[in-house]
């Protein structure tokens, strides 16, 4: 018996995740697994969740998603067992206290998380909760029942029933997520239409790129086979976050302040930060957990205010040592003052001549050059000036706290992590090699190859008028059909060598010489 009562358990509530996800597309109720998933990664150990970006990259937020899913369907299996065994189905007045119990679990995950709804989208969560509560106590009257109470049909007993109950419920939940996917793709589709009207949203146009033409026009340069574009499109930037789903800001009703020790505090609308002086500026951004030849990097045209411009209008006073950054999750990281002053640090709202996209930080995000994107904090929400230091989200997890990018060099050519094919055709004998070099906000003077072992052989950069940006390079190689070792390293711009000595991105960034094995055609 208790087989079933979990089975009817599991099935009550995934229709009531297909349920929910039609809801929360909706926006009226959140999808709560997704809370339970947030409040397990703020709850896990430092060391556990490094070891985990480590190992899956950003395949460790799609696990923390699935078990979290997992998790409540099982949970739901061991309710259903629990009530069964304690015969809560004797009574309907069972289904309020049942609902009670639920609802604080998981407000308390939501609690724990930082994305405790408002209470309209909590009382319809509890709606659902008290839907799923009435089903799940009918069909634990039923699975009870004598086989001659039950509907007088000759082949109508326990399993059958079960059979067919279970199979309402699987459509319910099938069809609650294909809803979902319906409504999700239609809010796509209106955020397009809204997009192209002009409107105040995540990827609007902010108008032509004024006075920044980039990437730099070289006459004399051709991308290698497989290179990626220099400017990275929007949709193309990477994505790596502790929130399990991007937060949705309303910039009619976003403000950002700017507190601590200052003389004067300022609360900004998203209006007001459009409207004060802005810049164009063309930085690279890339994250710590970056591996060796990976793609979590991209570059473009950053539309922002300089954030020494917000300081200087508050007016620092005391002795300040550093700003916190805070963003409207909860998430919090500091930069030390120097790098606050620093004129290439921006509050940002545009890439790439659009409003940023909403998974990358929309209405407003830091861009800190030089240091890689976990102090880059998006969803700004206050920027604080204080007079100690501070500890950021990642940093009690064992990261680096000073977050300064490591010179780095790649090969896009043939390489596999960037879904490049390792087969490369020569034309007449001769590839094109490619790739790029970074060296956060020191520039970068020299690229070199060697090729089987055949000593360092220089490549052509393309040119550069920024140190924060990544230089291309090209190589014209005269390749034999035949696999190949390639690898790559690159010098700053103080004539500093990239570290020849691999390590692991944990704890400040990923170093080494990239080296591929390349098979010509």
Not at 55 to 65: F, I, Q, R
Request: glycine share 12%.
């Amino acid at each position: 018996m208790w087989a079933r009562n979990a089975a009817a358990g599991g099935l009550t509530t995934s229709a009531l995740l297909g349920v929910d996800y039609a809801l929360a597309q909706l926006e009226v109720a959140p999808f709560f697994p997704l809370d339970i998933a947030q409040a397990g990664i703020k709850l896990t150990p430092g060391f556990v969740a490094t070891q985990g970006i480590d190992a899956l990259g950003p395949g460790a937020k799609l696990l923390a998603e699935t078990t979290a899913l997992v998790v409540v369907v099982l949970g739901g299996a061991a309710i259903g067992a629990v009530a069964g065994r304690l015969r809560l189905e004797r009574t309907w007045s069972n289904v309020l206290p049942l609902v009670a119990v639920v609802l604080a679990l998981v407000a308390a995950a939501q609690f724990v998380a930082g994305t405790l709804p408002d209470a309209i989208s909590l009382g319809v969560l509890a709606l659902s909760f008290v839907g799923w509560s009435i089903v799940l106590v009918w069909l634990l009257r039923h699975i009870s029942a004598a086989p001659e109470q039950l509907e007088p049909s000759a082949d109508r007993g326990r399993r059958n029933f079960l059979w067919r109950a279970g199979s309402a419920l699987l459509f319910v939940a099938a069809g609650g997520g294909a809803l979902g996917e319906v409504l999700r793709r239609a809010q796509e589709t209106a955020l397009a239409e809204a997009i192209a009207r002009g409107d105040t949203v995540p990827g609007a146009a902010l108008g032509a790129v004024a006075g920044l033409s980039f990437p730099v026009f070289d006459p004399s340069f051709t991308p290698g086979v497989g290179a990626r574009p220099e400017a990275t499109p929007p949709p193309a930037l990477y994505v790596v976050s502790s929130e399990v789903r991007s937060p949705r800001v309303d910039p009619t009703n976003w403000r950002l302040t700017i507190s601590g020790l200052v003389d004067r505090p300022l609360t900004l609308s998203y209006a007001e930060l459009q409207s004060m002086t802005s810049v164009e500026q063309a930085s690279t951004l890339t994250c710590i957990s970056n591996e060796v030849g990976g793609g979590l990097t991209g570059t473009g045209v950053w539309s922002a205010v300089v954030l020494r411009t917000l300081l200087d209008a508050a007016g620092i006073s005391g002795q300040p040592m550093a700003v916190v950054l805070r963003s409207v999750t909860g998430y919090a990281d500091a930069i030390p003052l120097e790098r606050a002053l620093d004129e290439r640090t921006l509050v940002a709202y545009g890439f790439g001549g659009d409003a940023l996209l909403r998974e990358h930080g929309f209405p407003a995000r830091l861009i800190v050059p030089g240091l890689y994107g976990m102090k880059n904090v998006k969803w700004l929400s206050g920027i604080e000036v204080v007079g100690q230091d501070y500890r950021g989200y990642w940093e009690e997890r064992g990261w680096d706290p000073t977050a300064t990018v490591r010179t780095l060099s790649t090969v896009d050519t043939g390489n596999s992590a960037l879904g490049n094919p390792s087969h490369v055709p020569a034309e007449s004998g001769e590839v094109i090699l490619g790739g790029y070099a970074f060296a956060g906000a020191r520039g970068i003077s020299r690229v070199e190859l060697n090729i089987d072992d055949s000593g360092w052989q220089a490549a052509h950069l393309k040119a550069s008028t920024s140190d924060i940006t990544w230089q291309p390079w090209r190589f014209a190689w005269n390749a034999n059909s035949a696999d190949h070792l390639v690898s790559v390293r690159t010098f700053d711009g103080t004539g500093a060598m990239q570290p020849a000595e691999s390590s692991p991105p944990h704890p400040a960034g990923a170093s080494g010489w990239h080296t591929l094995r390349i098979h010509v055609d």
